[in-house]
């Protein structure tokens, strides 16, 4: 019978770091110091492509690039753009640390998972130095993926490209794309599953696209948090995701329909 052989999750705003808050405040503040003013929605609407490009597609921004202009007389470069990432990564790498803690429900579920006989891969945004320093620190947490990749192994290609999702399909020696599940809480976690063709599950509860702090999503009504939900719901499904969970505890869950599905 036909069934899921692995699981690739993302990592921030998805198995840690509720709410995806390490590179906002650092995308934040590099342009900050560049004499740019950006909001933190402008910060997050390119979260889950590699850092370098999430700056370059910051900066494609009109409000942004009509700042950049006003300030500097000029388009930005491309020397620009690796200025503005040498500032984020040292900002970054500063407070990494603080935002490895793994999201609830996330261990738990991993573990009956594992129970299942499933391999657990990742893929990240995050550069290979940065995940020198959050995959450790979350492994002392509890958090330890199989295996993981960054688009430093796969020269650059990061995501909405496939090939994260394919190195860790060749590590992990899963058979075929139809048998993996990609989980992920941003729009390029999608692409990246659907490009591979693989089965993209985005979660909802604690990802970049809602933007909430755990603290912020439980000060809220109930009523509030079920209108917070459905609109990122309806984001994600509209960019083709094939499941939402609300949490990570709902996987299972998922697991279990598309096996249902590939032994029809």
Not at 128 to 135: G, L, P, R
Request: aromatic share 10%.
């Amino acid at each position: 019978m036909k069934k899921v052989e692995g699981i690739i999750f993302d990592w921030a705003g998805t198995t840690i770091d509720f709410g995806c808050f390490a590179p906002v405040h650092a995308f934040v503040t590099v342009f900050e110091n560049a004499g740019i003013e950006v909001t933190i929605e402008e910060a997050r609407e390119p979260m889950g492509l590699t850092k370098i490009d999430h700056i370059r597609t910051m900066l494609s921004m009109p409000r942004i690039t009509a700042l950049w202009n006003e300030k500097y007389g000029q388009e930005f470069t491309e020397q620009d753009v690796e200025n503005l990432y040498v500032g984020f990564e040292a900002a970054l790498l500063e407070t990494l640390a603080m935002y490895t803690d793994p999201k609830p429900e996330v261990l738990e579920t991993i573990e009956q998972l594992r129970s299942q006989g499933l391999k657990i891969g990742s893929t990240s945004g995050y550069t290979q130095k940065m995940m020198d320093i959050v995959a450790p620190e979350a492994e002392k947490k509890g958090y330890h993926p199989d295996f993981y990749m960054t688009a430093d192994g796969t020269s650059g290609m990061g995501r909405p490209y496939p090939y994260m999702i394919y190195r860790n399909m060749e590590a992990l020696k899963l058979t075929a794309a139809g048998h993996v599940v990609k989980v992920g809480d941003t729009i390029p976690d999608i692409d990246e599953a659907l490009n591979a063709g693989v089965w993209a599950v985005a979660v909802v509860v604690g990802s970049s696209e809602m933007g909430l702090s755990e603290e912020e999503f439980d000060a809220i009504s109930e009523a509030e948090q079920e209108e917070w939900i459905a609109r990122v719901e309806k984001t994600f499904v509209e960019r083709g995701a094939d499941f939402t969970i609300r949490t990570i505890g709902e996987l299972p869950g998922v697991i279990g329909e598309i096996d249902r599905r590939l032994g029809e």
